[in-house]
């Protein structure tokens, strides 16, 4: 998978729904880096995996002015039972109609237990608080995601 976007372009705006916040737009996040990570479904092993180590991650990358957005296809109703079961702290966005996954290039052809589909690829996009993606991450591996994150955010502040 290869989005088409890079380091340095302008991060594609949005007014998506939470489950938990209302609606989230990204010029309200100005000034602040925004973790906006794709997972293709909720309440699943890999997702719960990284949903989970952002979670435990989540008061340290508070402390380097960041906020985390989970994004994938499932319905608010969906959301909201997979954050309360597993106690997320951040919202997630329902983009049902694959809108918010086009702009960043990450809906694509998958392939699941020998059957092909369209689905979010896991990946990662933090938006820098000049609204640039700062950093890209095309293709995700659940486990350790968070703590990557989370150290290049660290490494930020020495740059």
Not at 70 to 77: A, C, F, H, M, P
Not at 103 to 117: C, T
Not at 120 to 140: C, H, M, N
């Amino acid at each position: 998978m290869s989005t088409n976007l890079n380091e340095g372009d302008l991060a594609p705006g949005f007014e998506m729904e939470s489950d938990n916040a209302g609606t989230i737009r990204s010029e309200e996040l100005r000034g602040k880096y925004v973790i906006l990570y794709f997972y293709p479904r909720d309440d699943t092993p890999g997702c719960t995996t990284e949903a989970c180590s952002f979670r435990d991650s989540s008061s340290e990358i508070a402390a380097e002015g960041a906020v985390v957005l989970g994004v994938s296809t499932d319905s608010l109703r969906s959301h909201e039972r997979f954050r309360r079961k597993h106690g997320l702290p951040f919202p997630l966005l329902s983009d049902p109609d694959h809108r918010l996954a086009d702009a960043y290039g990450v809906y694509s052809p998958r392939k699941f237990m020998g059957r092909e589909f369209m689905g979010v690829q896991r990946s990662t996009f933090v938006i820098g608080p000049d609204g640039r993606l700062a950093k890209v991450w095309p293709e995700v591996k659940p486990a350790g995601h968070a703590d990557e994150v989370l150290a290049w955010l660290r490494s930020q502040r020495k740059s």
